[in-house]
């Protein structure tokens, strides 16, 4: 049995050698078998050469290093990819995703388990803004996606061959793995655990925005239901015209005065323009997401491969 651990780091050198201290022991009580991937954007700190430093004193440590940065999404991809495991576990660097979980993932992967989904019960030392947009995001998506993504679980996951080929081989250009993953399928079991505060330093990932982006890749790469509720805004908007237009004609024949003036023109154009602007974000959404896809540029360019051979 080969293990693969795919590992993104970006300005890391603080938490790669007690993330190396902690998962080697764990590693070698399963299997000496086994590979750590460090898919890594260009850092301007000692992250690769304390990659390499350890490289040198261990060979199945090796290196994937991107020509740009192309994020932690492409990053894991790009590890997978590279992969030889007959299980392929992702996982982050700064113990917040604990290396003492790998275990009983590999346990339950040996059950017969394709995918082992790590379930946080408890997120220490993040803010709860992230919490919220984290929390809200899963509800929506789960709401109205396609496939059903489980709640608070991120990229930490263990995955089978068969199911890294064909999350591989989708090719989508979004990265949104755990949706990707959702897609494929296969069996799956959610392993509950307390996810701890960071090792050291700061989050390299933009807190609120990043979260954000990475919901609305769940809501618009899965899911048409934005373009339903837009729809139904429209039906709904043209519906109360045609009530406010009869109501405008019923005091026009009674002779009534009509009381509503200036103000209420502005707010129902304001309403309405709100309403425009959301439709077009919308649409504004898929249609940059087709472009993605069309395009087909490279989800990503290594720039160095250390101990993959001629791959």
């Not at 019960?121 to 059903?148: C, F, H, Q, S």
């Not at 769940?218 to 899911?223: A, E, L, P």
């Not at 004609?249 to 009509?258: A, Q, S």
């Not at 649409?283 to 290594?302: A, D, T, W």
């Amino acid at each position: 049995m080969l293990l693969s651990l795919v590992v993104p780091v970006y300005r890391e050198e603080k938490n790669i050698p007690e993330f190396f201290r902690r998962i080697t022991p764990i590693l070698g009580s399963i299997t000496q078998d086994y590979e750590i991937i460090f898919s890594m954007d260009p850092s301007p700190d000692r992250t690769e050469e304390v990659i390499l430093k350890l490289r040198e004193k261990d060979p199945r440590i090796k290196l994937l290093k991107f020509s740009r940065r192309f994020g932690q999404p492409m990053a894991s991809l790009a590890g997978m990819q590279y992969s030889r495991g007959d299980a392929v576990i992702v996982m982050d660097v700064d113990m917040q995703d604990p290396p003492e979980l790998v275990m009983q993932m590999v346990a339950k992967w040996r059950e017969g388990y394709d995918v082992v989904l790590p379930q946080r019960t408890r997120r220490t030392g993040e803010p709860w803004i992230k919490r919220l947009v984290a929390e809200t995001g899963y509800k929506v998506i789960n709401k109205i996606a396609d496939v059903r993504i489980p709640p608070n679980t991120g990229d930490f996951r263990l995955m089978a061959r068969r199911v890294v080929d064909e999350v591989v081989r989708l090719k989508e250009s979004h990265g949104f793995l755990r949706g990707m993953v959702a897609v494929v399928g296969f069996r799956q079991f959610l392993l509950p655990f307390e996810r701890p505060a960071r090792f050291s330093g700061q989050t390299n990932y933009n807190r609120f925005f990043g979260s954000l982006r990475i919901g609305f890749n769940g809501i618009f790469c899965f899911s048409t239901y934005a373009l339903t509720l837009s729809t139904m805004f429209g039906f709904i908007i043209a519906g109360f015209s045609f009530l406010l237009m009869a109501i405008y004609l019923f005091y026009k024949f009674m002779g009534w005065t009509i009381l509503w003036g200036n103000p209420t023109l502005v707010i129902l154009i304001s309403f309405l323009g709100g309403i425009q602007l959301i439709s077009v974000g919308i649409l504004g959404e898929y249609i940059g997401r087709i472009y993605e896809e069309v395009r087909s540029r490279p989800r990503f360019i290594v720039d160095r491969a250390e101990g993959f051979g001629g791959k």
